[in-house]
């Protein structure tokens, strides 16, 4: 095991809802309160609502550092938070993921909906890419990711992903041990990127 890079910022992905199930509000906040206590900044969407909401109110309320980054579409509908370390307004969705990515030192995804989902899939692209060499981590709360997981493997028995970038994607149910491999393991880095192409199609 390899001793991973400083990690300063962690970005984290999950709904503006808060679900229907008691546990994602709860694992929000125990996230939320790890990150701080292991003196990471938490970066996040930027909104008040939801599990995002609860993750930055607990991570605030433990002493830690919270940057929110919110298109300014969103922010005209009162949806930011106005207590956070610090809220940066951009201009778009694009403009968003990428300082999310070029803030953070590893990515987590929570419990969410279709922004969760292509937030996570596009950091493992990008990781698959070489674009980062960052850990992509999943706290799957109650197996909630379950049929995402499913569907990743099917595709990887398919032929269409890499049995080595699946493994990019580092799965844990106990919130401590996601944020102790974040802090301690190095993630995998992907053969050349042109080496997963099907040559035979070319």
């Known amino acids: 095991m390899g001793v991973s890079p400083n ?3 962690i970005c984290l992905f999950c709904g503006s809802s808060r679900g229907n199930r008691a546990e994602f509000v709860d694992a929000a906040k125990e996230i939320g309160t790890l990150i701080a206590q292991a003196g990471v900044t938490l970066v996040y969407g930027g909104g008040q609502t939801g599990l995002m ?6 991570a ?25 370390t610090e809220l940066r307004i951009v201009e778009s969705m694009h403009t968003r993921k990428a300082m999310m990515e070029e803030l953070s030192d590893a ?13 996570l899939l596009e ?14 981590g ?19 028995e398919a032929g269409f992903i890499r049995a080595g970038h699946r493994d990019l994607l580092w799965v844990e ?11 301690t393991e ?17």
């Open 7 to 9: 990690i300063t910022a």
């Open 53 to 58: 909401g609860a993750a930055a109110n607990a």
């Open 60 to 84: 605030l309320n433990a002493g830690g550092k919270v940057i929110g980054i919110i298109p300014e579409a969103l922010a005209l509908h009162e949806v930011a938070h106005s207590g956070l």
């Open 107 to 119: 990515f987590i995804a929570l419990p969410g909906g279709l922004g969760t989902f292509e937030e």
């Open 123 to 136: 950091m493992l692209t990008w990781a698959q890419l070489g674009i980062h060499h960052k850990p992509v």
């Open 138 to 156: 999943l706290l799957n709360v109650g197996g909630f990711f379950n049929p995402m997981l499913a569907m990743l493997d099917s595709a990887t």
């Open 173 to 183: 149910q106990d919130a401590a041990r996601l944020i102790e491999r974040i802090r």
């Open 186 to 202: 190095l993630p995998a880095v992907p053969d050349d990127v042109l080496k997963w192409l099907d040559r035979g199609a070319i």
